[in-house]
Each structure stands twice: as structure tokens, then as C-alpha cells.
């Protein structure tokens, strides 16, 4: 309900600036075109209500939308308002499947102010922004992909030794669905090749996807035997992944990794940390997540060119109305201010709707061709 509400405050806010676009523009019957000073018959669609022209924006792409805005002065005005793109920035953002680090919006905080004259509406070019981050411009970006940079991904992909990442996370842990047990049995998405025996806290996994192979070592934070009775009880386990130090800062955490760790993460090629997006943390959660995806890339162990993929996790498709937003995620664990490359993508444990997307951008920002 308050999503609702504050959808319509929203556009009752661009409506508001589009009538004085209008006021400014619009005679009754006739209007001057900005190009060449000539007086141009108003068409049908400039003739209809404000709200009813709003309410058609609403259901264009944001290429027919700079197609709309090539028009006429009045329609340029109408698309280049940035209420217009922040109405759409958070109407659209909890719905967005995946985010990464070449997409994310910048100044966040600034686009999520009131709609009418909030901080940064008027000097953040949001309409950049929001065509960046949204799928469709997504999408766009990986067709304009530069000469260059074709070149250098043929070059990575001549090596010959499969990729390795290492996987961990609570989501591997918190969640009632196992996601590691559906990813392993269910060909149709990633295909088994290869086990290698489960030491308790950890397994190796090797997948085919579009003729590649990569490896996947899975690690847990604790034994099997202490999964499952937090799993059944809730009791509270050790984790045997991570070392907490001491705090320097009050609300500060710091995390070291034990030898055998440290050697796993000098080995691998990328991560994949598994995010439990039921939950809704203390903010004492959130920076102890954010210390750990941070000791496991630290630059001691490899080079920032490593990428981090984050998978959201909830259980089954019905828990997807409570799912974290992809960028909220993003937001929380501070994954702009990594040097590596990221993504992060929504997905279910029991379908694993949007593994594909996922496992393809890690594989491609690994230096693999697909």
C-alpha cells in the first residue's frame, strides 16, 4: 500500500511539471516549432490530456521515449524533465532482476529524496542513468561493445584451463531450499561433470554451460553436522571461515581468513558470494557481510580484475513480493566501492530463475568467449 501511494504522489508530480511545460508551449490551437520559428498544426497526441499523456509514457521503453522526445520541442521538454526518470528509477528498481558495476545509479540516496525539487534533481542527469542501469540499456551496452574491447576478450579466451570460483555465503546456509543441492540436479539450466568429495565445510563442482566448463569450490562457513542443527534449531555455530578481529572502530568489523582459505582465494578466478534476501538485517549483519566479501577479495590474494558475482537468494518463487531489490543489495554491501568487477542477480534456490544470466556474465567478465 505505501508503494502505491507514494507511486501516485510521484505522478502527480510529473503531471504538475508537464502542465507547465505545457502553459509555456501549448496555445489553444497552434504552437511554434523551436527549430525553424514556423507555426505547426498540434497533433492528435499533443492535443490529449497531460494525464492521459503521462499515463502512455509510462508504458514506453526508453528507446520509443527518445524517439517520442525527437518529435517536437514540447515532447524533448517532457522526456529531458528528470522527474520524469526518477518517477521511473524507483518505480522500476525493486523490479530489476540483476544489477552491475557498469550500471549502478549513482547517488542513490539522492534519487530515492521527494520527487518535487529533491537533492540532485536537477543537476544528476537521471535520464542517463536510468537508460544505463534498466535492462533494456543493458542489453544496448553489450551490442556497442568497443573494437578493443572484442579484441582483448578474444585474447583471454585462448587460455585453456577451466575457471574456478569459489562460492560462499550465507545464503549457501540460512536458507530452507538448498541451493547448491538444485543447482546440481538440474541439467537443463548447468550441467554436472564432475564432484570432487565433500570435506565437510566444502565441495568442488564442475558445470557445462554452452560447451565451457568451470569449476565451482563451495564454501561453507562450518561442518555439516553444525549446518544442520542451526538448520533445524537455530543454534548458533562457529564460523570456521572467517576470523573476526578485534574491533578498531565501535560497529567496525574486521575479518581475516585462516591459511588454507587465503591459498583457495589465490587459486580461483572470480567469487560468488550467495546473499539470503529473506532476511532482514541488523545493520551489525550488513557490515560483518561487507568485511567478509571484502577479506575475500583483498588484493593480497589476486588481481581486482576478479569478478564478484552476488546472488539474491530467497527460497521459492512465492517469497519474490519480500525479495531484497537488487540494487538495495548492491547498496548495502558497498559493492561500488570495490576495485573489482560485480553483478548482482536476483534468484531462487528451488527454480533458480536468473542462475543463467549470472553464471554468463562471470563466465564472460572471466575472459571467457560464449
Keep these: 500500500m505505501g508503494n502505491a501511494n507514494s507511486d501516485r504522489r510521484n505522478g502527480s508530480v510529473v503531471r504538475r511539471s508537464f502542465r507547465n511545460v505545457r502553459k509555456k508551449l501549448v496555445g489553444n490551437e497552434m504552437r511554434s516549432d523551436a527549430g525553424n520559428g514556423e507555426k505547426a498544426l498540434l497533433s492528435f497526441i499533443d492535443l490529449l490530456p497531460v494525464d492521459m499523456q503521462f499515463h502512455i509514457m509510462t508504458f514506453l521503453s526508453p528507446q520509443d521515449l527518445c524517439r517520442l522526445g525527437g518529435t517536437s520541442r514540447y515532447w524533448r521538454m517532457l522526456v529531458r524533465d528528470p522527474r520524469l526518470w526518477r518517477y521511473f528509477m524507483l518505480r522500476d528498481i525493486p523490479h530489476w532482476s540483476s544489477i552491475d558495476h557498469l550500471s549502478m545509479p549513482k547517488q542513490l540516496d539522492a534519487l530515492k529524496g521527494p520527487l518535487s525539487g529533491g537533492p ?40 585453456t584451463k577451466e575457471p574456478r570460483f569459489a562460492m560462499f555465503g550465507p545464503g549457501l546456509e540460512q536458507l530452507e531450499v538448498s541451493l547448491i543441492a538444485n543447482m546440481m540436479f538440474a541439467p537443463n539450466i548447468l550441467r554436472v561433470v564432475g564432484i570432487t568429495q565433500d570435506t565437510g565445510i566444502g565441495a568442488g563442482i564442475t558445470f557445462m554451460h554452452k560447451q565451457c566448463r568451470f569449476n565451482v569450490l563451495v564454501i561453507y562457513s562450518s561442518n555439516s553436522v553444525q549446518r544442520g542443527r542451526h538448520r533445524v534449531g537455530h543454534i548458533q555455530v562457529n564460523n570456521e571461515l572467517f576470523i573476526n578481529e578485534e574491533e578498531q572502530q565501535p560497529g567496525k568489523f574486521v575479518c581475516q581468513l585462516p591459511p588454507h582459505i587465503q591459498e583457495v582465494c589465490q587459486l580461483v578466478d572470480g567469487f560468488i558470494y550467495v546473499a539470503n534476501a529473506e532476511a532482514d538485517q541488523a545493520s551489525g549483519g550488513i557490515e560483518e557481510a561487507q568485511a567478509q566479501i571484502r577479506a575475500m577479495l583483498q588484493p593480497n ?22 525479495h531484497t531489490s537488487c540494487v538495495s543489495t548492491a547498496h ?30 562471470l563466465l564472460m567478465h572471466s575472459g571467457i568467449r560464449l
Design 120 to 159: 540532485g534533481c536537477h543537476t544528476q542527469d537521471v535520464m542517463a542513468e536510468y537508460i544505463k542501469a534498466c535492462s533494456d540499456g543493458r542489453i544496448l551496452g553489450q551490442r556497442s561493445k568497443p573494437v578493443y574491447k572484442r579484441f582483448t576478450s578474444f585474447l583471454r579466451s585462448l587460455r
Design 301 to 322: 590474494w589476486g588481481p581486482s580484475s576478479r569478478p564478484l558475482l552476488v546472488l539474491s537468494c530467497v527460497s521459492n518463487t512465492w517469497l519474490a513480493s519480500q
Design 332 to 361: 548495502q554491501l558497498q559493492l561500488s566501492l570495490l576495485p573489482n568487477p560485480w553483478m548482482v542477480q536476483n534468484t531462487t534456490a528451488r527454480l533458480l530463475s536468473g542462475m543463467i544470466n549470472g553464471v554468463t556474465w
